[in-house]
């Protein structure tokens, strides 16, 4: 946890948030891939209609998808 002005915010792990994010589109038949071609530990993520077999978003910015499929809540940060 970390402490800021007064609030709590609670760190959620890249793990975690990932797991939250597939179980979240699987219900929407899409699914993130990561593309790990760049080397090192950073990773451009693709999101894709597993129906249609078509990229839907090329760079997926996690804790924004998250936000918007509401798997992160207010008080929760994405350590990525």
Do not use: C
């Not at 090192?40 to 090329?58: N, P, S």
């Amino acid at each position: 946890m970390a402490r800021g002005t007064g609030s709590i915010t609670i760190e959620v792990s890249y793990r975690a948030l990932l797991g939250r994010i597939e179980r979240a589109l699987r219900k929407e038949n899409q699914r993130l891939r990561a593309d790990r071609r760049g080397g090192g530990a950073a990773a451009r993520h693709f999101l894709i209609d597993t129906k249609k077999r078509v990229v839907v978003d090329a760079n997926v910015d996690l804790e924004k998808l998250a936000r918007r499929l509401q798997v992160l809540e207010p008080w929760e940060r994405a350590v990525l």
